[in-house]
């Protein structure tokens, strides 16, 4: 029987859908093991080591440790062009600890927790890309798929560290999603951010005695964010400066030999935080020679707004039909409600004015929402997505694994993302991803060239280079400092 390709298609959906329904429960425990082994960024041991084992009992080809990262790597499968992407995350968060109950119930008191839901992200590119072997496979379709498994994307360095490895570069688009509150596409951008972290060295002395003898790296540190309070005037609308002093000296009696003090800087562009950046490093030279003191930076991350393509967010957004309705039970509703009384009510209705893509009346909304008129508007946080989204034609979505109104980066999020809830929401982005990319594969209407040439006008010549020096190193035994 000849059958069009349409048809092909179709039935090749079909297949799919049909098969990341079957294995539901393998993906759900892998889920479910990451989110009760939390770790931090670059500290990802156990989520690494089990998405690898995984993967290559599948039948991936692995290179792990790429970009100086332990935990990072690339699984291959396939041959030939186009060559697609699926990015996956697995860090926690420190301090939100959680079980998946609707009432505050640490694990480990002040333990890490995944209150952003990257053992989710992760485990639905892990289930994407394997549904899609399968397809490589039964249709001996041309084409290579990825799976990138990314490290620390709270400490919003990990894919850039992967960047500058030049691990993306040969890609003809990428694919992603995060765990939301509501299913739709991510037509917004992201903030581009610094971080950085200024180390001033005086000399200390007796703090009651002598104190002419001593140079304060404190009064430093203090002159220094009172140039940068004055800064928040004279910079572009929306732009960010907040900062965390890391080192404030050892006791009031001595002056303080040392100090330092850690910075985020965001702005629309690369090109805006760069500027700031050069700023703000002046007025940390004016506060060191106003105190006798020298003072030296370092970059931790340097990461790109996120540039949205509307092709691979509207190919992405036709999937929904082909992946099904999204459905909850009472009891997952039930969950979701006492879970949402949780939060403080003021907090909960600006929520919810935020909430425009979204049925309000819905506590879990099943809809699907493809907003175009927020396309190209920069929202507040950042992602180091955004370095991929400047490499390569990147498509995006979130999908319901939270009740509306709750907030990531909170234990009500913890608790969510380990539930039934976040499951669902997971299962439904992985079929999304899987479907988008095996269109791809067949490409049938070349969007893959409209997405490339939407990239290049988005782009409006501007080349990648990475925010982070090249002789930085990735903070691979570190965790502790979390840009949200």
């Known amino acids: 029987?000849?059958?069009?390709?349409?048809?092909?298609?179709?039935?090749?959906?079909?297949?799919?859908?049909?098969?990341?329904?079957?294995?539901?429960?393998?993906?759900?425990?892998?889920?479910?093991?990451?989110?009760?082994?939390?770790?931090?960024?670059?500290?990802?041991?156990?989520?690494?080591?089990?998405?690898?084992?995984?993967?290559?009992?599948?039948?991936?080809?692995?290179?792990?440790?790429?970009?100086?990262?332990?935990?990072?790597?690339?699984?291959?499968?396939?041959?030939?062009?186009?060559?697609?992407?699926?990015?996956?995350?697995?860090?926690?968060?420190?301090?939100?600890?959680?079980?998946?109950?609707?009432?505050?119930?640490?694990?480990?008191?002040?333990?890490?927790?995944?209150?952003?839901?990257?053992?989710?992200?992760?485990?639905?590119?892990?289930?994407?890309?394997?549904?899609?072997?399968?397809?490589?496979?039964?249709?001996?379709?041309?084409?290579?798929?990825?799976?990138?498994?990314?490290?620390?994307?709270?400490?919003?360095?990990?894919?850039?560290?992967?960047?500058?490895?030049?691990?993306?570069?040969?890609?003809?688009?990428?694919?992603?999603?995060?765990?939301?509150?509501?299913n739709m596409t991510v037509n917004f951008r992201t903030q581009a951010l610094t971080a950085i972290e200024f180390y001033f060295s005086g000399r200390t002395s007796h703090a009651g005695a002598a104190p002419h003898l001593g140079r304060s790296a404190l009064d430093a540190v203090e002159l220094m964010n009172v140039g940068a309070n004055y800064l928040r005037e004279h910079v572009p609308d929306g732009t960010r400066i907040h900062y965390q002093i890391t080192n404030g000296g050892m006791a009031p009696n001595i002056v303080p030999e040392h100090a330092s003090v850690y910075y985020f800087l965001r702005g629309a562009d690369r090109k805006q935080v760069n500027e700031l950046e050069e700023r703000l490093i002046k007025v940390a030279q004016g506060a060191a020679m106003m105190t006798e003191t020298s003072v030296r930076w370092e970059i931790k991350s340097g990461c790109y707004d996120t540039l949205p393509n509307e092709t691979l967010n509207e190919l992405m957004y036709t999937q929904a039909r082909a992946a099904g309705p999204m459905a909850f039970t009472e009891e997952e509703e039930k969950f979701a409600e006492e879970l949402r009384q949780t939060v403080d009510p003021t907090v909960l209705a600006a929520a919810m004015q935020q909430a425009t893509s979204a049925d309000a009346n819905k506590i879990l909304d099943t809809g699907f929402y493809h907003n175009k008129k927020h396309f190209g508007i920069t929202m507040g946080g950042s992602s180091d997505v955004g370095d991929v989204s400047w490499i390569v034609p990147m498509g995006q979505i979130m999908t319901t694994c939270v009740p509306l109104g709750v907030q990531f980066h909170t234990w009500q999020a913890t608790a969510s993302v380990g539930s039934s809830i976040g499951m669902k929401g997971m299962h439904y982005a992985a079929k999304i991803m899987a479907l988008s990319a095996y269109e791809l594969l067949l490409d049938q209407e070349g969007i893959l060239e409209k997405a490339k040439a939407e990239f290049v006008a988005s782009t409006n010549g501007v080349s990648y280079k990475p925010g982070v020096p090249a002789n930085i190193k990735p903070p691979v035994s570190k965790g502790d400092k979390v840009p949200v």
């Open 1 to 182: 029987m000849n059958l069009t390709k349409k048809e092909v298609m179709r039935i090749g959906k079909s297949n799919i859908s049909k098969w990341i329904d079957e294995n539901e429960a393998k993906f759900t425990d892998v889920a479910k093991q990451i989110w009760n082994h939390p770790e931090v960024g670059y500290c990802e041991i156990f989520a690494s080591a089990l998405q690898i084992k995984t993967l290559e009992e599948a039948g991936f080809r692995v290179t792990s440790g790429v970009g100086d990262v332990p935990t990072a790597f690339v699984a291959e499968y396939g041959k030939g062009n186009p060559i697609i992407g699926i990015l996956g995350e697995f860090d926690a968060l420190p301090g939100l600890s959680q079980q998946a109950t609707p009432n505050y119930v640490p694990v480990v008191p002040n333990g890490p927790g995944h209150g952003c839901g990257h053992n989710l992200l992760g485990t639905a590119g892990l289930e994407a890309v394997i549904a899609l072997k399968e397809r490589i496979d039964a249709e001996i379709l041309e084409g290579t798929i990825r799976y990138y498994g990314c490290p620390a994307e709270e400490l919003l360095s990990g894919k850039t560290f992967m960047a500058r490895a030049g691990v993306f570069n040969d890609l003809d688009c990428a694919l992603t999603w995060h765990p939301g509150t509501t």
